[in-house]
């Protein structure tokens, strides 16, 4: 069965450096989206990505922050310069076209600032 | 604006009995329901929607829920728990139509015992 993948399943970083999250969406799927989850927090909707631009970001995904899909396969998030706020964990998720398809997502990446 | 309660952090029962887990949303506009779980160190698996039609829907590994308009709610149900079915429960909500974030619930843990 095709899934998401994420990689680094866990990556730490010291207070400002930058980080790029790396996902693979489901192959056949046209849109892609990032969700972050701080311990002991809910799931939060960060950006959505469709036809090579964002369709739709929520006010966590300030400047600091940006998506790509630099190739057919890949899509990555870019922390520019981290804080320590920015401790989470990150989900990839992907959906086919149209209104009813549900969200398939990654196992995500655990990002611990120091 | 849109949001989903999960008024019970955790549900206990035992094995062979029912379980019930629950959700109420809010949402301008029609909704988009879900239901997702989560494992230890798994990203989150989906598990049943509702979109339009039957107000029960039926999902993967016997689980259903009941959508009720009146009431804002989306129930999740198993006639029957089984010790595997100890995992986090996520209710999500999306609106129709034009909508694609999801907004979570805080989560259920659903701890089953033999």
Known sequence: EPEVTQTPSHQVTQMGQEVILRCVPISNHLYFYWYRQILGQKVEFLVSFYNNEISEKSEIFDDQFSVERPDGSNFTLKIRSTKLEDSAMYFCASSEPGQGFEQYFGPGTRLTVT | ?114
């Open chain 2, 1 to 114: 604006a849109q949001s989903v309660a999960q008024p019970e952090d955790q549900v206990n029962v035992a094995e062979g009995n029912p379980l019930t887990v629950k959700c109420t949303y809010s949402v301008s506009g029609n909704p988009y329901l879900f239901w997702y779980v989560q494992y230890p160190n798994r990203g989150l698996q989906f598990l049943l929607k509702y979109i339009t039609g039957d107000n029960l829907v039926k999902g993967s590994y016997g689980f259903e829920a009941e959508f009720n308009k009146s009431q804002t709610s989306f129930h999740l149900k198993k006639p029957s728990a089984l010790v595997s079915d100890s995992a986090l429960y996520f209710c999500a909500v999306r609106r129709f139509p034009n909508d694609y974030k999801l907004s979570f619930g805080a989560g259920t843990t659903v701890t089953v015992r033999a």
